[in-house]
């Protein structure tokens, strides 16, 4: 650790690339710009897969809608966010082919968002991926209150 030898980086701090750096190699989980935890984007990520499974049928607007999502994360896992996308992306697929596994996979997205904001937020996002193709067929409604009930969301709603 350099800070034991008396190194201390010398950055103009005001500059966002270095803002950015400093957070690279000195990750503050208080200090993310996003004001989440990890485990938090991480299940964000989740559910944006399993969106994007159920819906069967990936546009544009869909991937722009993702990206739009993904974006202001501040990733601060070792594992790349690109990575990370990749292999949610598999257990969300073969998640889906069941109940139970279907069921076990929303649980654990759900008892991630653990804050009653970041389950409001899963719901917009739930629902922007479902209707970014201008459509929301009855397997996506029905993943949705799957989604919803996980989320301790009301079922009229």
């Known amino acids: 650790d350099f800070a034991l030898l008396g190194y201390r980086p010398v950055f103009p701090s005001s500059t966002p690339m270095n803002i950015k750096l400093l957070h690279l190699f000195h990750p503050s989980p208080s200090a993310s710009a996003d004001g989440l935890q990890q485990f ?7 559910l944006l897969n399993f969106c994007r ?9 869909e991937e ?12 601060e896992s070792p594992v790349p966010l ?5 292999q949610s992306l598999v257990r ?40 970014a ?8 409604r029905q993943v949705f209150r799957e989604i919803k009930r996980a989320l301790g969301w009301p079922d009229g709603t």
């Open 82 to 86: 690109v990575t990370y996308g990749a």
């Open 92 to 131: 969300a697929e073969q998640s889906i082919l069941n109940e139970e596994s279907r069921a076990q996979f929303i649980q654990s997205v759900a008892d991630r968002l653990n804050t009653t904001e970041l389950k409001t937020r899963a719901v917009s996002i739930c629902l922007d991926m479902f209707y």
């Open 40 to 46: 938090q984007r991480e299940a964000i990520i989740d």
């Open 133 to 140: 193709d201008r459509e929301f067929v009855e397997k996506e």
């Open 64 to 75: 722009e809608a993702g990206a739009a999502v993904e974006a202001p994360l501040s990733w």
């Open 53 to 61: 499974i159920a819906d069967e049928k990936l546009l544009v607007a």
